[in-house]
């Protein structure tokens, strides 16, 4: 059974940064498109970034150059760093895998916040 288990939010100062991890396990990933998605309050869960096996990423415009993702493949792991922080980055932030040769994700995390003061 696919499970995938996000770590790292939590609140923080605007301009501030965080590193969110997500450990996936119960099968092998080597297929696999990792990614984050998030979701503010009020409004509907939104694609934040994704990273291919290769390394490959893709970032929704609204975090480009601010949010990076990466992937340890040994660890079955994708991270989020986020810098400058703002207020509108709050949100529960989920990861999420798919097959690389579908375009929907199947297995999902069960989120964890993040909160950002001004």
């Known amino acids: 059974q696919v499970q995938l288990v996000e770590s790292g939010g939590g609140l923080v100062q605007a301009g501030g940064s965080l590193r969110l991890s997500c450990a996936a396990s119960?099968?092998?990933?080597?297929?696999?498109?990792m990614g984050w998605f998030r979701q503010a309050p009020g409004k509907e869960r939104e694609f934040v970034a994704q990273v291919y096996w290769s390394g490959t990423t893709y970032y929704s415009n609204s975090v480009k150059g601010r949010f990076t993702i990466s992937r340890d493949n040994a660890k079955n792991t994708v991270y989020l760093q986020i810098n400058s922080l703002k207020p509108e980055d709050t949100a529960v932030y989920y990861c999420?895998?798919?097959?690389?040769?579908?375009?929907?994700?199947?297995?999902w995390g069960q989120g964890t916040q993040v909160t950002v003061s001004s």
């Open positions: 999420a895998v798919r097959s690389s040769s579908s375009s929907k994700y199947e297995y």
């Open positions: 119960g099968r092998t990933f080597s297929s696999y498109v």
